[in-house]
């Protein structure tokens, strides 16, 4: 296993793919950010220099980071934000894992323009468990622009008490495409006819879904957040913030031009929304120039086409015959340690006395699950005073297994009685090694929406999914114990509930939350403990000297 190093600067990018000039936080002035190559075992060494404005951390999305929560990056979770001027060395290894993930900020909006891409491969040269692709090739999508700092995007979001600025674009690679006013450039990929290629997609937006075609050709699915699927056919790839989706595209059409477009997958437009479009070009060896001026166009499903979106979130199954690497056994474990439900939700909170909150009755929008709503600590990480023993003042090891109350979550006027949350700093404590299983239910104490969950530091089994209210004496009968699908990020359906189990075998401190990038700091986070085992291979280490304070 190779050691492989990358320098980062964090600092100002001035660019200008519509019309009007920006100035970004990008790292080393690209944007994308750099691709990191490694295979399975190795270690990355990433030294990270804060040359913007900004405080920031870089978290690696869907890394395991088994034993280096140090490394894992979430402010104010893991670590306390490097301040400008600052610099912080990220160390870890990829292991147990193959395939496609990403890294991005950690802190406020800045991912928006703070990303790219982190693919791993078999060590060795080991062969995929799919066909040799002629050529692999990363796509962003997609990146969302706003002709605006995206910042100050979020502080008035979180100001006002409504929802975000609508963004002014949606990209591939960085790249608008044409049909938005003054996009100078699309992004573009050449093919020859007859050979497969490895599409590496990643939903690096902050708050859309998306469905994503190119025309004329399908598509075979053979992984998911860095695991390997069963090969899964499909003419449409259905994506969620914080997904990743390998698939298998043949050039197996007459040689001409084509597009590829993504447009967002919105259950419920109840506020508006960037609806546009954004288009790729994937062209033949020899395409006439006639189909070069007149690509052919994909015909997108409705943005609210909820049953497509199921039926691709549905249909992946792992692919239990390849291990991750480094001895992953992928095994469902069948006992139960840890039984937890979490709703979870956008819901109305009263303003503060003297406060003016912007929502309807001078309320404020919220999110919560289980009805805490949660707290950041601002003077230390968690991950540190857990590790120091200084939980006192800064988090409670409480957090609730259950909903405070049982109500009938999909239905907005029954559960808009029950809109109270609290605003703590509260988590729950894992035994290592703990196995837990999680329903999450979505809840319409507002509306119900989208949600895709992420859960740092692990990957889960879905073992199943389902709208409505989550009825576990019939569901469960249901669960697939043989071959779900292992994600770190699941996109909850909409009004609907999710039953996933991981293995709790990874000491530290490990956030879930929404990705849906505004939602964050509204408190649609929960954050575990996973204490340490008895053994030197089950106990974190102290952290790296470098670590920033806050
Ligand atoms: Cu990709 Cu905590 O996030």
């Given at each position: 296993a190779a050691i492989v190093k990358h320098t980062f600067h964090v600092g100002n990018l001035t660019l200008e793919p519509l019309c009007k000039e920006q100035v970004v936080v990008a790292v080393n002035k690209q944007l994308p950010g750099p691709t990191i190559l490694a295979q399975e075992g190795d270690t990355l060494v990433v030294d990270v220099f804060n040359e913007s404005p900004y405080n920031i951390t870089l978290h690696w999305h869907g890394v395991f980071q088994q034993l280096t929560a140090w490394a894992d990056g979430p402010s104010y979770i893991t670590q306390c934000p490097i301040r400008p001027g600052n610099k912080y060395t990220y160390k870890f290894k990829v292991s147990g894992q193959e395939g496609t993930l990403w890294w991005h900020a950690h802190f406020a909006n800045l991912r928006a323009t703070v990303y790219g891409p982190l693919i791993i491969r078999p060590r060795n040269n080991?062969?995929?468990?799919?066909p040799k692709p002629y050529a692999e090739v990363p796509i962003l999508l997609a990146g969302q622009w706003w002709d605006a700092n995206v910042v100050d995007v979020e502080n008035e979001a979180l100001a006002s008490g409504r929802g975000p600025n609508v963004s002014d674009a949606y990209t591939i690679n960085g790249k608008p495409g044409a049909?938005?006013?003054?996009?100078?450039e699309s992004f573009s990929m050449k093919v020859s006819a007859g050979k497969t290629y490895l599409l590496r997609i990643?939903?690096?937006?902050?708050d859309s879904q998306f469905f994503f075609k190119v025309a004329g050709h399908n598509f075979t699915v053979v992984a998911v957040d860095a695991v390997y699927t069963n090969p899964y056919h499909t003419d449409v790839v259905v994506i969620a913030p914080g997904q990743t989706a390998d698939v298998l595209l043949r050039a197996d059409q007459p040689p001409a031009t084509y597009y590829m477009a993504a447009h967002p997958y919105v259950s419920a437009p109840l506020v508006p929304f960037d609806d546009s479009t954004t288009l790729g070009i994937l062209q033949y060896e020899n395409a006439s120039s006639s189909s070069i001026a007149n690509p052919a166009m994909p015909e997108l499903p409705p943005v609210t086409d909820t049953p497509t979106a199921h039926t691709f979130y549905t249909n992946i199954t792992r692919?239990?015959?390849?291990?991750?690497?480094?001895?992953?056994v992928p095994v469902v474990p069948r006992r139960v340690d840890e039984r937890m439900l979490i709703t979870f939700g956008l819901g109305l909170d009263q303003c503060p006395p003297g406060g003016n909150c912007g929502g309807p009755g001078n309320s404020r929008l919220t999110a919560s699950m289980n009805n805490v709503s949660f707290q950041f600590p601002s003077k230390t990480s968690v991950l540190e005073a857990h590790f120091n023993g200084v939980a006192t003042g800064i988090f409670t090891d409480d957090f609730p297994d259950n909903p405070p109350l049982v109500y009938d979550y999909t239905n907005a006027t029954a559960a808009a009685a029950f809109t109270a949350t609290e605003k703590r700093t509260r988590v729950k404590r894992l035994a290592y090694g703990a196995v837990v299983e999680m329903v999450l239910q979505n809840t319409a104490v507002l509306s119900t929406e989208n949600h895709p969950i992420h859960l740092h530091g692990f990957n889960f089994f879905v073992l199943a999914q389902g709208f409505g209210n989550f009825n576990r004496a019939r569901e469960e009968e249901k669960f697939n114990l043989v071959n779900p699908q292992e994600r770190n990020t699941i996109a909850v359906p909409v009004g609907g509930w999710a039953a996933l189990r991981f293995t709790a075998n990874n000491p530290g401190v490990w956030m879930m939350h929404?990705?849906?990038?505004?939602h964050v700091p509204r408190g649609l986070v929960a954050v575990f403990v996973v204490e340490n085992g008895g053994t030197p291979s089950s106990t974190l280490p102290p952290p790296p000297a470098d670590l920033p304070r806050c």
């Amino acid at each position: 296993a190779a050691i492989v190093k990358h320098t980062f600067h964090v600092g100002n990018l001035t660019l200008e793919p519509l019309c009007k000039e920006q100035v970004v936080v990008a790292v080393n002035k690209q944007l994308p950010g750099p691709t990191i190559l490694a295979q399975e075992g190795d270690t990355l060494v990433v030294d990270v220099f804060n040359e913007s404005p900004y405080n920031i951390t870089l978290h690696w999305h869907g890394v395991f980071q088994q034993l280096t929560a140090w490394a894992d990056g979430p402010s104010y979770i893991t670590q306390c934000p490097i301040r400008p001027g600052n610099k912080y060395t990220y160390k870890f290894k990829v292991s147990g894992q193959e395939g496609t993930l990403w890294w991005h900020a950690h802190f406020a909006n800045l991912r928006a323009t703070v990303y790219g891409p982190l693919i791993i491969r078999p060590r060795n040269n080991k062969p995929y468990p799919f066909p040799k692709p002629y050529a692999e090739v990363p796509i962003l999508l997609a990146g969302q622009w706003w002709d605006a700092n995206v910042v100050d995007v979020e502080n008035e979001a979180l100001a006002s008490g409504r929802g975000p600025n609508v963004s002014d674009a949606y990209t591939i690679n960085g790249k608008p495409g044409a049909l938005y006013s003054c996009a100078k450039e699309s992004f573009s990929m050449k093919v020859s006819a007859g050979k497969t290629y490895l599409l590496r997609i990643i939903n690096a937006a902050l708050d859309s879904q998306f469905f994503f075609k190119v025309a004329g050709h399908n598509f075979t699915v053979v992984a998911v957040d860095a695991v390997y699927t069963n090969p899964y056919h499909t003419d449409v790839v259905v994506i969620a913030p914080g997904q990743t989706a390998d698939v298998l595209l043949r050039a197996d059409q007459p040689p001409a031009t084509y597009y590829m477009a993504a447009h967002p997958y919105v259950s419920a437009p109840l506020v508006p929304f960037d609806d546009s479009t954004t288009l790729g070009i994937l062209q033949y060896e020899n395409a006439s120039s006639s189909s070069i001026a007149n690509p052919a166009m994909p015909e997108l499903p409705p943005v609210t086409d909820t049953p497509t979106a199921h039926t691709f979130y549905t249909n992946i199954t792992r692919l239990m015959s390849r291990r991750g690497g480094n001895g992953y056994v992928p095994v469902v474990p069948r006992r139960v340690d840890e039984r937890m439900l979490i709703t979870f939700g956008l819901g109305l909170d009263q303003c503060p006395p003297g406060g003016n909150c912007g929502g309807p009755g001078n309320s404020r929008l919220t999110a919560s699950m289980n009805n805490v709503s949660f707290q950041f600590p601002s003077k230390t990480s968690v991950l540190e005073a857990h590790f120091n023993g200084v939980a006192t003042g800064i988090f409670t090891d409480d957090f609730p297994d259950n909903p405070p109350l049982v109500y009938d979550y999909t239905n907005a006027t029954a559960a808009a009685a029950f809109t109270a949350t609290e605003k703590r700093t509260r988590v729950k404590r894992l035994a290592y090694g703990a196995v837990v299983e999680m329903v999450l239910q979505n809840t319409a104490v507002l509306s119900t929406e989208n949600h895709p969950i992420h859960l740092h530091g692990f990957n889960f089994f879905v073992l199943a999914q389902g709208f409505g209210n989550f009825n576990r004496a019939r569901e469960e009968e249901k669960f697939n114990l043989v071959n779900p699908q292992e994600r770190n990020t699941i996109a909850v359906p909409v009004g609907g509930w999710a039953a996933l189990r991981f293995t709790a075998n990874n000491p530290g401190v490990w956030m879930m939350h929404c990705h849906m990038d505004v939602h964050v700091p509204r408190g649609l986070v929960a954050v575990f403990v996973v204490e340490n085992g008895g053994t030197p291979s089950s106990t974190l280490p102290p952290p790296p000297a470098d670590l920033p304070r806050c």
